[in-house]
């Protein structure tokens, strides 16, 4: 049986509010005692799981020097759902929103897209195996819990899901910074919006693949947005019609 050590307050909050995975161990900072701390040692009792109380230096190694909050919260790896089981979902919901990620590295950038998608209704991000970031304890930290409520799928090539994406019927939007301005765009669905690296972009080829690009009108000041960000701005145009 495998697990994974996860850490933050809102990871542990969403992790057990969720109930999409078996949790084995609670642990809280001795030196830690607040109202939230409190409600989340109640609700693990609730699911027959005794809070453990350990030295926050104990704790810092264990979460390898990520700010645990203190709190840390082992778990079984979430149930992974695979491209054919999202495409059947997607059949019988066409009016959907996924994302891919096309040389996303940064675990940070990783956790805020996750993020933006959970709040803007964006059900399935594709992650290819190669050249990405994992779905790691600092990126879960940094979707603040997030992940509980969207699927990461990994794939093997992303240029070959694309294709098979739109033998199924989705429409490929590419966000980079020369295409259709965001506004502007009527999004048609399913859809799949493909976020780039911040510094290359998505590649050529991955271009080729794209049904629409579009791009976010900026005002001068800064030549790009964070990849987040601009994540967050893609999904709330992509969402309206949701």
Known sequence: MSSEFLYGI???????TADRRRILRLVISSREKNQRINKLAAAARGLGIRPEFMDPKKMDRIAGGGN??????????????????????????????????????????????????????????LL???RSA????????????????????EITNLNQTMLKLKEKGFWIYGLDMDGQPLPNVDFSYPA??????????????????????VSI??????????????SAIAFYEASKKI
């Open 10 to 16: 809102n990871t542990a909050e969403e992790i057990i």
């Open 128 to 130: 290819p195996e190669r």
């Open 134 to 153: 994992k779905l790691s304890a600092a990126a879960q930290k940094a979707a603040s819990g997030a992940a509980e409520h969207v699927d990461v799928i």
């Open 192 to 213: 799949l919006i493909t976020v780039g690296s911040e510094g290359n972009g998505i590649r050529e080829k991955t271009v080729s693949h794209c049904d629409v690009i």
């Open 68 to 125: 645990h909050q203190g709190i840390i919260i082992e778990a079984e790896p979430p149930a992974k759902l695979t491209l054919e089981e999202a495409l059947a979902r997607a059949d019988q919901n066409r009016h959907v929103v996924w994302a891919a990620l096309d040389g996303i590295t940064d675990p940070m950038n990783l956790g805020a897209i996750i993020r933006s998608a959970a709040c803007f209704g964006v059900s399935v991000i």
């Open 217 to 230: 009108p900026q005002k001068g000041g800064v030549q790009s947005l964070n990849a987040g960000i601009a």
